[in-house]
């Protein structure tokens, strides 16, 4: 029900966009976001968008990540740019349906490394 792509590998310095679509009602505008999860660390939130378009970002993807929706398309777009090899790990996307579900994606995988 939720379809990621955009990972991949990649120089320090640069940027990669990941994408989340989901078909579980392309008429509603459900909370959407992205967490990751890198090796030995816990999940953490990187970036989230309300239904009503609030944002909210992880403290050490300010100013450097966005998080936008593209509502025609039910998608909703991470780009990440200026990237840093801590920024490496399985991104997940999320969607929450309800209060009490929340839907998650199969994960992507995102290397920066030089």
């Known amino acids: 029900q939720l379809v990621e792509s955009g990972g991949g590998s990649v120089q320090p310095g640069g940027s990669l966009r990941l994408s989340c679509s989901n078909s579980?009602?392309?008429?509603?505008?459900?909370?959407m976001g992205w967490y990751r999860e890198a090796r030995g660390k816990q999940r953490e939130l990187v970036a989230s968008i309300g239904s009503h378009g609030a944002l909210d970002y992880g403290d050490s993807v300010k100013g450097r990540f966005t998080i936008s929706r593209v509502s025609t398309k039910n998608t909703v777009n991470l780009q990440m740019d200026s990237l840093k090899p801590e920024d490496s790990g399985v991104y997940y996307c999320y969607l929450d349906a309800t209060s009490f579900d929340r839907r998650w994606g199969q994960g992507v995988q995102v290397t920066v490394s030089s």
């Open positions: 579980i009602n392309i008429f509603n505008l459900y909370p």
